[in-house]
């Protein structure tokens, strides 16, 4: 669902980094940020957003949002996994499309120059 989404996005997916911010400690993503040194980290739920922004926060209310907290500029969006959990596969495929226009929004992001 998540490369379905990359590609539909016009991203190349070999040029994207996954990791799993939930499973490993923050030390390990925060060491694994000043490795890759990404442009742009994508949050896939509240659950992410959450280890990575420090805080809570609702998906629904900094969604399609660039956030910067330090020096770290960050997206937050749904996880592919609250998509495959939907049965109907017209409303599946409705709920995919903002996904896919929130990847876009981190292509208009990275082409635009950091503030």
Request: net charge neutral.
């Amino acid at each position: 669902m998540l490369d379905r989404a990359i590609t539909e996005a016009g991203i190349d997916r070999k040029a994207v980094f996954v990791t799993n911010a939930v499973k490993h400690c923050r030390w390990w993503n925060d060491l694994e940020r000043e490795i890759v040194k990404p442009a742009l980290v994508v949050a896939l739920g509240a659950t992410a957003a959450r280890s990575l922004l420090g805080r809570t926060v609702s998906v629904s209310k900094v969604r399609g949002e660039v956030l910067t907290l330090n020096d770290m500029r960050l997206l937050v969006t749904v996880h592919p996994s609250y998509l495959l959990r939907i049965e109907d596969e017209d409303r599946k495929q409705l709920e995919f499309e903002p996904l896919v226009a929130d990847l876009r929004i981190c292509v208009a992001a990275l082409e635009a120059p950091a503030e």
